[in-house]
């Protein structure tokens, strides 16, 4: 009896520590990963369409979900091509120290030293001293830049200043002219007048709650356990299916790096940039692909154990018997519960 209860309670601790690692790992690294490749694709189709800002959301929203470099590089260039200079100077400049694709990194060190002339500046002044200040730009907390010349996109732009007891300022600049600097000057801020303190909450009534109402009796302890079980089963075939067609993809789109080069990846006489993609998308695949299978087998090895140490469901049977003897005659109530 001791050693089957002991058996019990060691597949229940498996059964939770599986369970923890398919939480973890299912909505961090699959999830986001398919996400940020069907908004790579999407942003690539919208370039080819013409429409530059929403292939910038696009871009934005897969680099968001998964940094790569390579969606660095086309974020960048759609950046430029909708005007705005500051974000794409950022970009190449970044991927000029940190590109480990050669050709691509050098693109990008010409385009940030093509585009640092042309870049326009704003210079937050501010007068006095307000402790504790804080100052935005659009919504964004630009503090730390006080005193620093820092390349904005053009456009124009709402500067507020606010401090904690203070009345706040704000201002619309227009940030235009290549190579130009704007200097924003920030008054000291005034402060509010005190507020007096909020009156006394009313007593608390000195009368003490009704008892709460007896427990309902479980009849199926084990019902919530085998439901979870049956859905980490069913998560993790899906996620098998993925790992199944991810894989599918990252073949195919080796493939086809390969007849973009010419038959060899490693002395590419194609178009690099393009066998690079697909290099990096085939890559990215291929990590899907495993991170899908890992946690499927998980999660139906999880759900299993799960389903199989559930607590049975418990029987209430209830009959009505006729007694009669000598003075009595009546019914009794039997059952088991």
């Known amino acids: 009896m001791i050693d089957a209860m002991r058996r019990h309670l060691a597949l229940v601790t498996m059964a939770v520590g599986l369970m923890a690692g398919v939480a973890a790992a299912q909505p961090d690294d699959l999830a986001k990963k398919t996400a940020a490749e069907a908004a790579f694709r999407q942003g690539k189709d919208q370039i080819a369409a013409g429409q530059i800002a929403e292939a910038c959301e696009s871009f934005g929203k897969s680099q968001e979900l998964d940094p790569q470099l390579g969606t660095q590089y086309n974020l960048g260039l759609c950046f430029e091509k909708l005007g705005r200079s500051a974000s794409a100077w950022a970009l190449y400049s970044t991927l000029a120290e940190t590109d480990t694709n050669k050709g691509r990194k050098a693109d990008a060190a010409k385009r940030a030293k093509a585009l640092a002339p042309k870049l326009v500046r704003v210079l937050l002044v501010v007068r006095g001293a307000t402790p504790g200040i804080k100052v935005t730009r659009d919504g964004s907390d630009i503090t730390a830049a006080i005193g620093v010349a820092t390349p904005v996109d053009p456009g124009q732009s709402m500067i507020e200043a606010t401090a904690e ?45 009704p008892p709460p109402p007896p427990e309902p009796i479980d009849l199926d302890p084990g019902h919530g356990r085998r439901v979870v079980g049956i859905g980490l089963v069913a998560g993790g075939v899906a996620a098998l299916g993925a790992g199944v067609a991810f894989g599918l993809m990252s073949t195919s789109a080796n493939a086809d790096a390969k007849r973009e080069c010419g038959g060899d990846v490693n002395d590419c006489r194609g178009d690099l940039g393009a066998a690079q993609d697909l290099i990096d998308s085939a890559r990215t695949r291929a990590t899907i692909s495993t991170i899908a299978f890992a946690v499927g087998g998980v999660a139906v090895a999880g759900g299993v154990v799960l389903y199989l140490t559930a607590p ?20 009794l109530v039997r059952g088991a519960f």
Do not use: C
């Not at 007891?165 to 940030?175: L, M």
């Not at 018997?321 to 005659?329: E, H, K, Q, R, Y």
């Open 165 to 209: 007891g203070y009345q706040s300022w704000h201002a619309e600049v227009a940030v235009m002219g290549d190579g130009t600097t704007v200097t924003v000057e920030i008054p000291a801020l005034e402060k509010l007048a005190e507020t007096p303190p909020p009156p006394d909450p009313d007593p608390v009534p000195d009368k003490l709650p």
């Open 312 to 331: 049975a469901k418990r029987n209430r049977e209830v009959a009505l018997v006729p007694a009669v003897g000598g003075d009595t005659l009546g019914v």
